[in-house]
């Protein structure tokens, strides 16, 4: 019985040791699976969050394209687009605060873009109040010169910053998940072949071991399929793990889709095949994951290569993954296609090339990093001359010190002494002549630090015009005094006792229109249309007087500015008339702003009055004439005039006969000559009857 009791013994341990190997493994299947939708939980909740902050993302362009489209137009359907991406931001917001609350980095990083989505919408504010109470011009400048781009930026690098926070962790619990089943992969072996050992002492316990190995295997893998499903639906990014060597060791859905290769066809593979050919030769792949393993993260923006050969700019993460004691498992990889991204930056470029005046971008070292056309002709060199250089070289004295930290201040501290002011300086061209410029600073933050762009101004004719009117000084003082004595006639004796007639004659016709007979009713509507004819006649006789008063203040501007705020002025006539206004392409030219949007709205509002369709068409244009004069025209499709009247409607109080229906004081057109003679321009007529008319005023081009 010994050899019996012995052999019983010996199967009950073998028994046991089957039944502590299967539960070992079953143990570690089980935690596999809590892991794998721990892990499932975790990467849904990645996505989401990722989805949000592009949503936010999207919605502060949208705030941003908004009310820029608003200072341009005017047009309030602008407004509505601007409030709904305002309520869509702050959803989003809420939305990424709740999601991201668990995570201390996270938590800073919700308030850093609560405080510059503050910032944004109330200078979106600004904005819009601006061209609502002062016009284009104002909120043009408020946009050049405000935060509204440093804002965006900034906001947009702490969005990419908690992007990169949640890949981060995602590509870590994807690495612990790969280590997790790589344990139990190695217990489950274990695992059978014990069982296949004692199988050969107790058969019955091999099949259940079997049995049990079977559920085991098939539970990892659907776990290892939830999580490749998972990694998979990131469509937008390429997510893949390389082996310490740089070869590819994981592949996911979005990887194939950015880069074109399958997995079959890339797993094994060194990933240096995703750069350009010189990048190779130069050893910048190595040296990428060097980095990352030194610093234990490589961030860099480059051109990457797909499987069919074109390029794309491609924003890539390559983090270090090491297991608990610091060796190193290997490498995860982050990328995305951000070409489209980089376009709408080529664009901004693009704002810069439009400037009307000199552009010239500057590093905390003082070397000039970009610059537009007008800058290359300003200053006479071509851009790959300057670009690198010391902007010294260009503006030698005082400028580097405005800009950068001489020892005693921080760059913040000595770029905040110069933000928002203009700076009057002399700039030295590439042939060594020196000229007066002015500048105005405002600050770009970008990732190589803060950089400042600096508008520059050639205000050569300002200075000569002030030159000019300070010989002229005498003789301006003595016409302002009599201008003083008629504006001060016009606006107190003249004034004072007519508003008190026509208060009281519109208080008659409000009290007592209808209570009186016919004729009482008749002779105070005279007495209020004739009271109300003299105020806007004073009126237009203050303005007559103050036309071209002051002196010219000459600078070079767009007349395509001082056209779209003759234009806000009318829009009111505009829209009760139903008129059509469109203009060509107009130059920038040398006159004085103010005055030059005064001609336009003169003549595009007279355009608009003396109409003889149902819908009044009126077009601007411009044409060079002998390179001596820029000649513009306002064309219309009105009543037309007769030729025998082509001089006199030029002269002060001149009406044409029959146009009594029409509400004026034979003012304008006379105020339009008067400006034009002190800008040393002329104006004249081409017109025939029932065939509208064509205007044409002409200014010296460089506005002597």
């Known amino acids: 019985m010994k050899p019996i009791s012995l052999l019983n013994r010996r199967l009950q341990l073998a028994l046991g040791a089957a039944i502590l190997a299967l539960l070992v493994a ?57 409030r709904a991406s305002i309520l869509s931001a702050e ?35 600004r904005v819009i109040g601006l061209r609502r109470t002062t016009g284009l011009q ?40 790969k280590r997790r089943l790589g344990q139990t992969k190695t217990v489950l072996i274990l695992g059978t072949v014990l069982g296949l050992v004692i199988a050969t002492a107790a058969g019955w316990s091999v099949r259940l071991d079997n049995s049990q190995r079977g559920h085991a295997e098939k539970a990892l893998q659907d776990s290892e399929e939830k999580y490749r499903l998972l990694l998979d639906g990131a469509q937008d990014y390429a997510i893949f793990m390389l082996d310490p060597q740089g070869r590819v060791a994981s592949w996911n859905a979005g990887a194939e889709r950015i880069k074109g290769y399958k997995a079959d066809e890339i797993i094994g593979q060194d990933f240096s095949r995703f750069y350009l050919q010189n990048e190779i030769d130069q050893g910048r792949p190595k040296a990428e994951l060097q980095i990352a393993n030194d610093s234990g993260r490589s961030e860099v923006e480059h051109w990457r290569v797909r499987k069919d050969g074109s390029r794309f700019w491609a924003s890539v993460v390559i983090t270090a993954v090491r297991d608990s004691s610091g060796g190193l498992l290997g490498f995860s990889e ?31 070292d003082g070397e000039i990093v970009l610059l537009n056309l007008q800058a290359e002709k300003k200053f006479g060199y071509h851009r790959d001359e300057l670009v690198g250089q010391k902007v010294k070289n260009i503006i030698p004295e005082g ?84 201008l003083g004595q008629f504006a001060y006639v016009a606006s107190h004796d003249l004034q004072e006792p007519l508003r008190m007639v026509a208060s009281y004659t519109q208080l008659l016709a409000k009290r007592y229109k209808g209570r009186l007979d016919s004729d009482a009713d008749e002779f105070i509507d005279y007495a209020v249309d004739g009271s109300n ?51 060509d392409a107009l130059p920038p030219i040398t006159t004085d702003d103010t005055q030059l949007a005064q001609l336009f709205q003169n003549l595009v509002g007279n355009a608009i009055k003396y109409r003889s369709a149902d819908v009044p068409r009126v077009h601007i244009s411009a044409r060079k004439n002998g390179g001596r004069e820029w000649v513009f025209s306002v064309r219309d499709n009105g009543q037309g005039i007769d030729s025998q009247y ?55 081009e460089g506005g002597k």
Not at 33 to 39: D, I, K, L, R, V
Not at 94 to 116: F, S, Y
Not at 540 to 567: M, N, P, Q
Request: glycine share 8%; charged share 25%; hydrophobic share 40%.
């Open 334 to 364: 982050i990328s995305r296609d951000i070409t489209e991204r980089r376009e709408t930056e080529a664009k901004y470029r693009g704002l810069l090339e439009a400037a009307p005046d000199a552009m010239v971008v500057v590093n905390q």
């Open 646 to 700: 082509f001089e006199k409607i030029f002269i002060l109080f001149q009406r044409l006969h029959g146009q009594k229906n029409f509400k004026g004081t034979g003012i304008g057109l006379a105020i339009c000559r008067k400006i034009l003679d002190r800008l040393g321009g002329r104006i004249w007529v081409e017109s025939q009857l029932n065939m509208g008319s064509t205007f044409y005023f002409a200014l010296p």
């Open 26 to 82: 079953g143990a570690i299947s089980y935690r596999s699976m809590a892991a794998s939708t721990e892990s499932n939980r975790w990467v849904q909740h990645t996505h989401e969050v990722l989805e949000k902050l592009e949503n936010l993302l999207t919605a502060m362009w949208g705030i941003e394209s908004s009310y820029r489209g608003f200072a341009l137009t005017g047009e309030e359907a602008y407004l509505e687009s601007y």
């Open 399 to 482: 400028f580097a010190e405005r800009l950068i930290a001489d020892g005693t201040r921080t760059a913040p501290e000595a770029l905040a002494q110069q933000i928002g002011t203009g700076i009057e300086l002399y700039g030295r061209r590439k042939d060594g002549s020196d000229f007066p410029i002015e500048i105005m600073l405002s600050p770009l933050e970008s990732a190589e630090g803060t950089l400042v762009t600096a508008a520059i101004r050639d205000i050569s004719v300002r200075k000569a015009a002030e030159k000019h009117l300070a010989e002229m000084v005498g003789e301006l003082k003595r016409s302002n005094d009599e």
């Open 533 to 583: 004819r003299m105020q806007k006649l004073i009126l237009d006789l203050l303005a007559y007087s103050r036309a071209g008063a002051g002196g010219k203040v000459l600078h070079e501007i767009s007349s395509e500015s001082a056209l779209a705020e003759a234009l806000n002025n009318l829009r009111a006539t505009i829209g009760e008339s139903g008129a059509v206004v469109t203009h």
């Open 138 to 177: 104002a909120a043009a400048d408020a946009i050049r010169g405000g935060p509204g781009e440093k804002l965006i930026r900034e906001f947009q690098g702490v969005v990419r910053q908690m992007q990169d926070e949640e890949l981060r962790l995602l590509s870590l619990r994807d690495a612990d998940s």
């Open 91 to 125: 959803q989003d917001a809420a939305t990424i605060r709740n999601l991201t609350a668990d995570n201390p980095k996270q938590k800073l990083l919700v308030a850093t873009l609560k405080g510059l989505a503050a910032q944004k919408i109330q200078f979106g504010e």
